[in-house]
Nanobody, 128 residues
Framework: HVQLVESGGKTVQTGGSLRLSCQAS????????LAWFRRRLGLARVGVAG???????RVADSVKGRFTISHDNAKNTLYLQMNSLKPEDTAMYYC??????????????????????WGQGTQVTVSS
């Protein structure tokens, strides 16, 4: 079965950088779309960045230019490189996986309802 394990979350200062990792297992990476979501305190979980089966990446407007998603096929590990961190980036970050057709992924990569597989989350705190 699909398993996702996030790591790398910690407390950093405003303007700092952090790289989150998500070790995946139980599926072939070429068939699944992967994404990072986050849940800020008191708010709904939202999509941050996604990467499709063809390697096409999507990034939410709120983090565009600061966050980059990537995948190491050999290690079957998903990454989220976060630069120029702000206090509003403080959240629990989740890795998610789904089998999505390219057209579906392009239209709704950020919709958590499309993702049946989730990790346990890793906390990122950005101090001001």
């Amino acid at each position: 079965h699909v398993q996702l394990v996030e790591s790398g979350g910690k407390t950093v200062q405003t303007g700092g950088s952090l790289r989150l990792s998500c070790q995946a297992s139980g599926y072939h990476h070429s068939a699944y779309c992967l994404a990072w979501f986050r849940r800020r305190l008191g708010l709904a979980r939202v999509g941050v960045a996604g990467i499709g089966t063809g390697g096409v990446s999507r990034v939410a407007d709120s983090v565009k230019g600061r966050f980059t998603i990537s995948h190491d096929n050999a290690k079957n590990t998903l990454y989220l490189q976060m630069n120029s961190l702000k206090p509003e980036d403080t959240a629990m970050y989740y890795c998610a996986a789904a089998f999505l057709l390219p057209t579906r992924y392009a239209r709704s990569w950020y919709m958590q309802s499309d993702y049946p597989y989730w990790g346990q989350g890793t906390q990122v705190t950005v101090s001001s």
